[in-house]
């Protein structure tokens, strides 16, 4: 998630450590936590202590003798202590580091009124943040300005980078075939059996509900309650396309709507469709910075570019603002919003580095049916197959679930899913189909809200506390202002 706020300095002054850690043999897991208790000083009010410390687990729960990974907790004691459940956030991505979460002022703001009767744990999964071994990996250099020009460029970029990701982990002694989200969710019943708790609250953002529907299928006892905001179900790692479909018929209806930009764009949709087949027929070069080099380099953009880097920020209301611009821009012959665009996913893709987080989005996979759905519906869709790519194609072998993950189940724990009526990430339709599985699962949909802007809503929050503290909602809908569209430069 995009910062919003100015982050808080950490102080680093270490006060006390609780617990000693024991020896264990290796893949042996001592399900305790060596915590240190620091300070922070937050966006407002006095300094806060908090605890930190590293919970060891298996790094493949499946192999005999596998190591142990280390895994970064931290914890808000309750303010006033009661028999709460404790409250344990699981971000998203995969790969976002859930302690980072507190450096954002909305946060603080949910998770100091939650403090008042819970004990607050933030996490970083395996892989991720401070938690190691990092999944991080060199790259080589390589020529890979054509990846906007089609998307078989995009997939063997893909595939090469988890090639050198294979052979870097294999001198690390890293197996990635236990990055996955069944092994991350066994981590948290550890941590639950670590924290000396019964049970867990769960409050969960996008992959992190992912992550929560798998540790309710497997230790459901272990749960009190979950909000799952933004919910990716057990089958929808991979998206649809005809959902990009509709989201941009949606924006194309709002920007009509809006005397900033209709006069110029009165439909967005049509715009876009004849730049695609302009940039089909006339792929156009950008210059850019490449912040590698530090040089300017020129990418050509053909119509799979265009379609890459509007997918992957249809979902966000803070970027799909700008769309009807760039297109009219585009139709001007001024190529400069699509070059910010254009600049920010180059050097994305192209930095020194590479993740095995990718490795768990391509376990989680889809089923047969959902991969039928995806082929067929990306002959047709406006964004075509750019929706799923490359995470959808190979890169990593022998990684994938099954499709026993990826089955619906039957749920009786209370849930409450929050979904944005502009998420296309993660839409409603996701939590419609789970809804028939949950005996106490209940919706609030958030009008007008984007995959970003329903967690750091304070209406939304308002509801998150009611649930934790096991009061009635107060509603079943929020409606945010509708989104103002960028008029140009």
């Known amino acids: 998630m995009k910062a919003k706020c100015m982050m808080y300095t950490l102080i680093v002054t270490l006060i006390c450590c609780i617990g000693l850690a ?40 499946k192999v005999t003798g596998t190591r142990d990974i280390e895994l970064a907790v931290l914890r808000l004691k309750a303010k006033n202590p009661t028999t709460r459940s404790p409250i344990l956030f699981l971000s998203g991505g995969p790969g976002q580091s859930g302690i980072s979460y507190i450096q954002e002022d909305y946060f603080q703001a949910l998770i100091f009124d939650l ?62 075939k236990g990055y996955n989200t069944v092994q991350n969710a066994e981590d948290l019943n550890d941590l639950r059996i670590a924290l000396q708790t019964e049970k867990l609250n769960l409050l969960a953002y996008s992959y992190g509900t992912h992550l929560a529907l798998a540790l309710a299928r497997e230790h459901a006892s272990c749960i009190d309650q979950m909000i799952l905001i933004g919910t990716s179900g057990p089958n929808h790692m991979h998206h649809l396309p005809v959902t990009y479909d509709k989201q941009l018929i949606r924006i194309s209806a709002l920007a009509a709507q809006d005397s900033a930009i209709n006069g110029y764009v009165p439909d967005m949709m049509a715009l876009l469709k004849s730049q695609l087949k302009k940039l089909e027929a006339h792929p156009v070069v950008i210059p850019i910075k490449d912040q590698r080099f530090k040089k300017v380099v020129h990418v050509p953009i053909g119509k799979f570019g265009l379609q890459l880097i509007l997918r992957l920020d249809t979902g966000d209301s803070n970027d799909f603002i700008y769309f009807p611009a760039l297109l009219y821009g585009m139709q001007q012959g001024d190529y400069r919003i699509l070059q910010r665009y254009v600049e920010r996913r180059y050097n994305q893709f192209n930095g020194r580095y590479g993740s095995g987080i990718s490795a768990m989005r391509q376990a989680s996979g889809a089923t047969p049916d959902r991969y039928a759905q ?64 949950f005996s106490k699962g209940r919706q609030l949909r958030v009008e007008n809200a984007g995959h970003e802007d329903m967690l750091p809503n304070a209406e939304v929050q308002k509801e998150i506390i009611r649930f934790f503290r096991k009061l009635e909602p107060s509603r079943r809908s929020i409606s945010l202002l509708k989104p103002r569209f960028v008029s140009f430069f």
């Not at 897991?29 to 060596?34: E, F, G, R, S």
């Not at 679930?401 to 502009?422: A, I, N, Q």
Request: glycine fraction near 10%; aromatic fraction near 8%; charge should be negative.
């Open 22 to 61: 024991h020896s264990q043999p290796v893949g042996m897991t001592a399900k305790n936590i060596v915590f240190k208790t620091l300070k922070f000083k937050p966006s407002i009010g006095d300094s806060v202590s908090y605890e930190y410390g590293l919970l060891k687990v298996p790094e493949n729960r």
């Open 115 to 176: 403090q008042d009767d819970h004990d607050i744990i933030l996490l970083d999964q395996r892989g991720s943040g401070r938690s190691t071994p990092s999944l991080g990996f060199p790259l080589s250099d390589a020529d890979n300005k054509t990846i906007f020009l089609d998307e078989k460029r995009a997939i063997k970029l893909h595939n090469e980078a988890a090639a050198a990701g294979l052979a870097d982990f294999k001198k690390r002694g890293i197996d990635i």
């Open 374 to 437: 995806i082929k067929s519906q990306g002959k047709t869709a406006v964004l075509g197959t750019s929706v799923n790519t490359p995470d959808i194609y190979g890169g990593w072998q022998h990684v994938d679930l099954g499709d026993g993950f990826r089955t619906p189940f039957r749920c009786e724990l209370p849930t409450l899913f929050v979904s944005g009526t502009l998420d296309s990430n993660t839409p409603v339709s996701n939590v419609e189909e789970l809804l028939p599985w």
